[in-house]
């Protein structure tokens, strides 16, 4: 079930929205571009709202909440309709909040002792954060070493450019990202840019 959140896209879209407003257009214009999983962070107040309307309203794409940090947040993002939830960092009790939830969730990790202990809780996709500033490319290969079983989500830092070769890694399930969704695009509603960005970013399969 964990592992599956890995397999959903080659490139998870890490979206920050200021305007749940745009939620639905977003989704539908990731869906469009051949992207079936929306990450939305829990950075904004309308984080919440925007998981509850893309629940609600785009069935056919899997939303999750990103930038869980609390433990109040993991339960707020369930009930608000998430799939799945995303960590940074893992504290046991955002941990302990999260599997209370029920639902899959990658939790973050930049150090091998943190992946260890996750894979001690049965966590073994987690999501590698953050990815160029961690060690990148060269740390994930060491990772694969002693600890083969673990397979990751690289995020933070990861472009068009870098991501194919994480995504060749056999540890690596798919990377994560903002590029999908800049900034620029959405405070102008071209929705016709992310679709575009979402197809080049699902060719990358
Ligand atoms: C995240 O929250 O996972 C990162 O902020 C995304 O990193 P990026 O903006 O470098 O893609």
New binding site residues.
């Given amino acids: 079930m964990q592992h599956e959140l890995l397999d959903l896209s080659p490139v998870i879209p890490?979206v920050?929205l200021d305007d749940a407003t745009d939620a639905v257009p977003v989704a539908r214009a990731l869906r469009a571009g051949g992207i079936g999983v929306i990450?939305l962070?829990l950075?904004t107040p309308a984080a919440l709202d925007a998981i509850r309307r893309v629940s609600a309203e785009v069935p056919d794409i899997v939303v999750g909440a990103?930038?869980v940090t609390t433990p109040g947040q993991a339960k707020q993002a369930a009930d608000a309709g998430a799939s799945f939830l995303?960590t940074?960092g893992s504290t046991d009790r955002v941990l302990d909040a999260c599997f209370d939830t029920g639902l899959p969730f990658l939790p973050?990790a930049g150090t091998v002792s943190e992946a260890m202990r996750l894979a001690e809780r049965g966590l073994t996709a987690l999501?590698f954060?953050?990815?160029?500033a961690a060690g990148g490319l060269a740390y994930l290969k060491a990772v694969a070493g002693p600890l083969p079983q673990l397979r990751f989500c690289p995020?933070?830092?990861?472009?068009p450019e870098n991501a194919p070769s994480y995504l060749a890694l056999p540890t690596v399930g798919c990377v994560?990202?903002?590029?999908l969704t800049p900034g620029d695009a959405l405070s102008a509603g071209d929705f016709a840019r992310v679709e575009s960005l979402a197809r080049q970013a699902a060719a990358l399969a």
């Fill in positions: 890490v920050v990450e962070t950075r990103g930038t995303v940074p973050g999501k954060f953050p990815a160029e995020t933070g830092g990861i472009t994560g990202g903002s590029w």
